[in-house]
């Protein structure tokens, strides 16, 4: 199973969309050194334009973690900025007899998306924790498809969200495969008073025009 870890010991921050001289590298975690960076060269148009506009998810009611996904966070103002970023579409190419229309510079395109829930102990040292799933994403990153990685900090009862875009299931389940992955999910069994795993869509339709956040089906 291939979910967000756990809840490290500080709070995601808003991160600046370019954070070395090379453009193609961006924080898309709470995590900013060299391994934890997202390379946009290993994606293609769809899924490194949604990684840019994701630098900016941010939730959008204190209540995040018990909020319905899709009222949780930014979701509208995300694929604004996605929009934004879109390249202008080359113009038709006109000839006496016939007119060429290009295609859209973004196709309908779907993301595979994991929310974790969960709710621990007040008390529990969340250290360990937290190193956990720094070596866990570290891994995710190198497998490949991970657009961006996001938790926040658990509330007055526990109670927490993490969650992970991803380019689709299969590199989710790559990122799940590796051995710091398999040690915080036994940690997840032992410390977590609950927790339970939503796996959804985010489907982005031609042109950026229009999005929804569905239950994934396989």
Not at 19 to 30: K, V
Not at 70 to 95: M, V
Request: hydrophobic letters at 35%; proline letters at 10%.
């Amino acid at each position: 199973m291939t979910v967000p870890i756990l809840d490290p010991p500080t709070p995601s921050k808003p991160l600046p969309l370019e954070t070395t001289t090379n453009p193609n590298l961006i924080i898309a975690s709470p995590y900013t050194t060299p391994p934890h960076l997202l390379d946009l060269t290993t994606l293609t148009t769809p899924y490194s334009l949604l990684a840019r506009a994701l630098t900016h998810l941010t939730p959008i009611t204190p209540s995040y973690a018990t909020a319905p996904y899709h009222l949780a966070f930014n979701w509208s103002s995300i694929i604004s900025t996605l929009r934004s970023l879109l390249p202008p579409p080359p113009s038709p190419t006109t000839t006496t007899t016939t007119t060429t229309t290009t295609t859209t510079t973004f196709p309908e395109t779907s993301y595979y998306i994991i929310v974790f829930r969960s709710r621990i102990a007040v008390s529990t040292d969340r250290l360990q924790l937290g190193l956990m799933d720094e070596e866990a994403h570290k891994e995710a990153v190198k497998s490949g498809g991970l657009l961006k990685y996001w938790f926040g900090t658990p509330d007055a009862e526990g109670r927490n969200l993490a969650t992970c875009v991803w380019r689709d299931r299969e590199d989710a389940k790559r990122g799940g495969a590796g051995k710091g992955h398999a040690q915080a999910m036994m940690a997840v069994r032992g410390l977590y008073k609950e927790w339970r795993v939503e796996r959804l869509s985010l489907v982005v339709g031609e042109g950026a025009g229009e999005w929804r956040i569905e239950e994934w089906t396989d």
